[in-house]
């Protein structure tokens, strides 16, 4: 018989994360499953590293030797079931990791394996079939090193079926953990779109761990018990509905607001948010207070699903290497810029007698000085800054040379310099990239302690592609809110961040900026102001692309797509924010004009 509400904890928001979660939420959490997420979009270039060095790694470590070392035995007495990502590209060695724990312990586990996402093998027939990287639009790349699909929740649901007691996978979307469970715990089938589009919203939230209960919130000063943060929790019921919040006595905050940022983290168009078993809009969906620390969230619908996985390849791309100096006294940054000078200049002459090309690539930040506000900084006389240079090149024994004139900066020129730390590691430059690829070619399959678990034919089922068009909603400002702006009288002008919440994240090189009005009579005024056009003439020092506008006014709403944002994104950039996580903190200086009776 189906439950008819559950608790899921989300322990883990990338490898990496805090030891404290799993611990605290199997302790604290009264929870039913625990769920893990360790796969950002490069994770598996480096585990597939990890593996050619090692056959018997290639998978989040920290999975086994700390998340479930200090909670094994708990989970086991609490009938918790667990499912985790953590097995990257190499799932079967996780779980004997994961076994051998166990019976040092003495504890009977039952452990399943999802596998099939490594679609490396079919890159040679895919080239010749002309399949293109859909970001880019070009040619698949050449030297690629990961090609893995995102698989979705119906294996986990198979694995947990069987009887699974912990569920590892390689590379799935990071909401299949929680979905898989759901659909377990409900009974939800593969044709329920608009469950499995709140199931889906649900693992979004959990899928960043702190981040849904206040972690980069906006508001930071407001969020209590940084030391102490909750981990998040879902509550979900049948219907699909479901409470976001935390374990009590935890720190953190879980408001409209904190959970509202997490769901426009890393996200397209909310009207057609691509997953493996639903097209889902968020446009509708509404946040509630339903208690202290508890946000009910309702109003997620699905569509079929397409006939297509997504794959997230790797690729090497040359090498890298990033140098940072700190240097202190007055005119800090002017000293700092002409000591990147002197070393590119001197390298550069280095390269020429020792017979190699110029740098692929240079990038120069002065952090300190507002380096990623380009021109709307806020000119200082600095004392003390932070020189930050990063380079790139086809040759690793180049970048060595590189690597070997850095500390000399130490005695040769700017006085105050400081902080030198050593000769930069020169790494591989790696590169993402993404393409579609039919369903019926990728065959998703379970052991459950090695034995093969059927796949229900649903899951084999590739449905009917879903009719996926442009972007979705009004992108004209009403006209008397534009008319009034035109009117200074009565309008007070204030940096965007009085009159709206921001969060921002990446996907490859797009940046998306969501942007939540801090009350609804301030949502015209952030449409008419927070346009494409005003926000790429603002963001157009770190902004290449095209900037999209999507809306969601059941959150009151808006997220802006950037592409070409963010230097290549990602391993491949040189920029200190590579991953865009500043990027709504810059547009929140942005100004705007709104009426002073309407300000918070």
């Given at each position: 018989?189906?439950?008819?509400?559950?608790?899921?904890?989300?322990a883990s928001g990338f490898w990496g994360d805090s030891s404290v979660g799993a611990p605290q939420l199997v302790r604290e959490g009264r929870i039913d499953f625990l769920v893990f997420d360790?796969?950002?979009?490069?994770?598996?270039?480096?585990?597939?590293?990890?593996?050619?060095?090692?056959?018997?790694?290639?998978?989040?470590?920290?999975?086994?030797?700390?998340?479930?070392?200090?909670?094994?035995?708990?989970?086991?007495?609490?009938?918790?079931?667990?499912?985790?990502?953590?097995?990257?590209?190499?799932?079967?060695?996780?779980?004997?990791?994961?076994?051998?724990?166990?019976?040092?312990?003495?504890?009977?586990?039952?452990?399943?394996?999802?596998?099939?996402?490594?679609?490396?093998?079919?890159?040679?027939?895919?080239?010749?079939?002309?399949?293109?990287?859909?970001?880019?639009?070009?040619?698949?790349?050449?030297?690629?090193?990961?090609?893995?699909?995102?698989?979705?929740?119906?294996?986990?649901?198979?694995?947990?079926?069987?009887?699974?007691?912990?569920?590892?996978?390689?590379?799935?979307?990071?909401?299949?953990?929680?979905?898989?469970?759901?659909?377990?715990?409900?009974?939800?089938?593969?044709?329920?779109?608009?469950?499995?589009?709140?199931?889906?919203?649900?693992?979004?939230?959990?899928?960043?761990?702190?981040?849904?209960?206040?972690?980069?919130?906006?508001?930071?000063?407001?969020?209590?018990?940084?030391?102490?943060?909750?981990?998040?929790?879902?509550?979900?019921?049948?219907?699909?509905?479901?409470?976001?919040?935390?374990?009590?006595?935890?720190?953190?905050?879980?408001?409209?607001?904190?959970?509202?940022?997490?769901?426009?983290?890393?996200?397209?168009?909310?009207?057609?948010?691509?997953?493996?078993?639903?097209?889902?809009?968020?446009?509708?969906?509404?946040?509630?207070?339903?208690?202290?620390?508890?946000?009910?969230?309702?109003?997620?619908?699905?569509?079929?699903?397409?006939?297509?996985?997504?794959?997230?390849?790797?690729?090497?791309?040359?090498?890298?290497?990033?140098?940072?100096?700190?240097?202190?006294?007055?005119?800090?940054?002017d000293k700092a810029r002409r000591t990147a000078d002197a070393i590119l200049a001197r390298v550069r002459r280095l390269f020429a007698e020792q017979g190699f090309e110029d740098f692929t690539?240079?990038?120069?930040?002065?952090?300190?000085?507002?380096?990623?506000?380009?021109?709307?900084?806020?000119?200082?006389?600095?004392?003390?800054?932070?020189?930050?240079?990063?380079?790139?090149?086809?040759?690793?024994?180049?970048?060595?040379?590189?690597?070997?004139?850095?500390?000399?900066?130490?005695?040769?020129?700017?006085?105050?310099?400081?902080?030198?730390?050593?000769?930069?590691?020169?790494?591989p430059s790696i590169r993402q990239a993404a393409f579609l690829i039919d369903k019926a070619r990728v065959h998703p399959h379970v052991h459950l302690d090695g034995v093969a678990v059927p796949?229900?034919?649903?899951?084999?089922?590739?449905?009917?592609?879903?009719?996926?068009?442009?972007?979705?909603?009004?992108?004209?400002?009403?006209?008397?809110?534009?008319?009034?702006?035109?009117?200074?009288?009565?309008?007070?002008?204030?940096?965007?961040?009085?009159?709206?919440?921001?969060?921002?994240?990446?996907?490859?090189?797009?940046?998306?900026?969501?942007?939540?009005?801090?009350?609804?009579?301030?949502?015209?005024?952030?449409?008419?102001?927070?346009?494409?056009?005003?926000?790429?003439?603002?963001?157009?020092?770190?902004?290449?692309?095209?900037?999209?506008?999507?809306?969601?006014?059941?959150?009151?709403?808006?997220?802006?797509?950037?592409?070409?944002?963010?230097?290549?994104?990602?391993?491949?950039?040189?920029?200190?924010?590579?991953?865009?996580?500043?990027?709504?903190?810059?547009?929140?200086?942005?100004?705007?004009?709104?009426?002073?009776?309407?300000?918070?």
């Open positions: 018989m189906a439950a008819t509400s559950i608790r899921i904890g989300g360790y796969l950002a979009e490069l994770t598996m270039s480096l585990l597939a590293g990890a593996r050619r060095r090692n056959p018997a790694l290639g998978y989040a470590t920290d999975f086994v030797d700390v998340a479930m070392r200090s909670v094994l035995s708990e989970v086991a007495a609490q009938g918790i079931r667990v499912i985790s990502n953590a097995g990257g590209v190499n799932p079967q060695a996780c779980a004997q990791a994961l076994r051998a724990l166990a019976d040092e312990a003495g504890i009977s586990l039952r452990i399943a394996v999802v596998e099939g996402d490594d679609v490396l093998a079919a890159l040679p027939a895919l080239r010749d079939e002309g399949v293109r990287n859909v970001q880019t639009g070009g040619d698949l790349p050449a030297d690629v090193l990961t090609a893995n699909a995102y698989l979705g929740a119906l294996p986990i649901r198979a694995a947990l079926d069987a009887g699974a007691q912990v569920v590892i996978t390689g590379r799935c979307v990071d909401s299949a953990v929680t979905l898989g469970a759901l659909m377990h715990a409900f009974d939800w089938t593969a044709t329920d779109y608009d469950r499995l589009a709140q199931g889906s919203l649900a693992g979004h939230i959990l899928e960043c761990g702190c981040q849904a209960t206040g972690g980069l919130f906006t508001d930071w000063r407001s969020v209590p018990g940084w030391d102490n943060i909750g981990y998040p929790i879902v509550e979900c019921t049948a219907d699909g509905s479901f409470v976001v919040t935390k374990p009590e006595g935890t720190g953190g905050l879980v408001s409209p607001a904190t959970v509202g940022e997490q769901i426009l983290y890393e996200i397209g168009d909310p009207a057609r948010y691509l997953l493996p078993d639903v097209i889902c809009d968020f446009t509708d969906v509404t946040l509630t207070q339903a208690g202290q620390d508890q946000v009910r969230v309702s109003g997620a619908r699905g569509l079929a699903p397409t006939a297509s996985y997504k794959v997230s390849a790797t690729y090497l791309d040359g090498f890298r290497a990033n140098a940072r100096l700190s240097i202190v006294g007055m005119e800090a940054a690539d240079t990038h120069v930040e002065i952090l300190g000085t507002e380096a990623a506000y380009g021109p709307h900084a806020t000119p200082c006389a600095l004392r003390d800054a932070t020189l930050h240079l990063a380079v790139t090149h086809p040759q690793k024994a180049a970048l060595a040379c590189f690597s070997r004139e850095i500390a000399p900066a130490g005695t040769s020129w700017a006085p105050g310099t400081t902080g030198v730390g050593g000769r930069p590691q020169v790494s796949m229900p034919a649903e899951a084999m089922h590739t449905p009917a592609s879903a009719q996926v068009t442009g972007p979705s909603g009004a992108d004209t400002p009403a006209a008397d809110i534009a008319a009034r702006l035109d009117d200074a009288a009565g309008l007070v002008e204030v940096p965007l961040i009085r009159i709206a919440h921001g969060r921002s994240g990446d996907k490859g090189d797009i940046s998306n900026v969501g942007l939540i009005a801090r009350t609804p009579a301030l949502l015209p005024w952030l449409r008419a102001q927070a346009t494409p056009p005003a926000v790429g003439e603002w963001l157009a020092h770190l902004v290449q692309g095209p900037i999209t506008r999507y809306d969601l006014p059941g959150l009151h709403a808006i997220n802006l797509v950037c592409e070409r944002a963010l230097g290549g994104g990602g391993m491949a950039s040189l920029r200190n924010d590579p991953l865009g996580k500043g990027m709504a903190q810059v547009v929140l200086a942005m100004p705007v004009r709104v009426p002073a009776a309407l300000l918070p």
